[in-house]
């Protein structure tokens, strides 16, 4: 299969990465083109990893099978649309869209092309989670901490829809019930959108979730709690650990990476014609999520008078 990586930015290096890590050792595809509006960018990417560089999305639509979608969010949209259009596979980057509405039509596009469209959701291809989930059993409770320093990346969005949406996505799906309540505080420290969240999740059965979201923390954090019907687990994300075979999903140990898994069931989906594990329907899921976190952010500031209650996590 012929790929493409549109965005030429840290997160479509690392697409790049994954694609040629694949082409090396499935021989099942190649990195065809790396398009980037800025072609020193992409021309970067490109002799680092494959392929040709190129500046416009003319340049490949008719070169390629299918395609991944790194650009800013709120480019998502035009650039996606132009691939299901020519009835290119793609693979965008989360979120899908800036909002619920516009995700709804561009997989319904996709459903009209006959195109498999699908999310980078990454976190739920996170063997670490997974193992972690089998070990505690049912859950009753999850506690998350997903905490960044400032940076200048993904600004064009808030907290929520750059960093919490992951959890917001694993963490309901894992429940596997309808989320009944959310309750949520915030606040914006150095940008006009908001920096930190803290969520609570209220679901059907009377299992909760905390997630806790930050981009200006002193320092970065990956944390998770479940507490289960079997067993209680705490997992650090950032460190190395042992998986046990059965959450490898059938990757092998050089595999293990969730982007590479990401990239294995794409694929699979591509040529199946079978809807992957990150569909269009989960992106929708996970932004109506977020639309109803910032709802109950504005909700909590508006009942406290002050939206910039320091004391988020409280």
């Not at 790049?16 to 960018?41: F, K, P």
């Not at 070169?63 to 965008?92: I, K, Y």
Request: hydrophobic share 40%; with cysteine; net charge negative.
């Amino acid at each position: 299969m012929r790929l493409a990586v549109v965005g030429a930015g840290p997160m479509g290096r690392l697409h790049a990465r994954a694609i040629s890590r694949r082409a090396a050792r499935q021989g099942d595809c190649v990195l065809a083109r790396v398009v980037d509006r800025n072609l020193e960018r992409g021309e970067r990417v490109a002799a680092e990893f494959g392929g040709r560089a190129a500046d416009t999305l003319d340049a490949c639509l008719d070169q390629v099978d299918a395609a991944v979608v790194a650009v800013p969010t709120r480019s998502h949209g035009g650039v996606t649309r132009t691939f299901l259009e020519r009835g290119v596979d793609v693979l965008v980057e989360k979120p899908i869209f800036a909002t619920a509405g516009e995700a709804r039509e561009i997989v319904q596009l996709a459903l009209d092309r006959g195109c498999i469209l699908s999310v980078g959701h990454v976190e739920w291809f996170n063997a670490k989670l997974r193992d972690a989930l089998r070990r505690a059993g049912t859950p009753r409770r999850i506690e998350v901490e997903r905490l960044n320093p400032r940076s200048d990346r993904g600004l064009d969005i808030d907290v929520v829809q750059d960093f919490m949406i992951h959890d917001l996505d694993w963490v309901s799906r894992s429940m596997r019930d309808d989320v009944v309540e959310v309750t949520a505080r915030g606040r914006a420290v150095s940008n006009e959108a908001l920096d930190e969240v803290v969520a609570d999740l209220r679901f059907a059965t009377g299992s909760c979730a905390r997630l806790y979201a930050s981009r200006v923390h002193s320092k970065r954090v990956r944390t998770v709690r479940i507490e289960g019907n079997e067993a209680t687990v705490e997992v650090d994300l950032l460190a190395a650990a042992e998986i046990d075979a059965r959450d490898r999903g059938g990757f092998r140990d050089e595999e293990i990476e969730p982007l590479d898994a990401e990239w294995a069931d794409f694929l699979a989906a591509c040529r199946s014609r079978e809807a992957p594990e990150n569909d269009g329907a989960v992106g929708v899921a996970a932004i109506e999520m977020v639309e109803r976190v910032r709802r109950a952010v504005t909700q909590s500031a508006e009942g406290s008078g002050h939206g910039d209650d320091p004391a988020v996590r409280g």
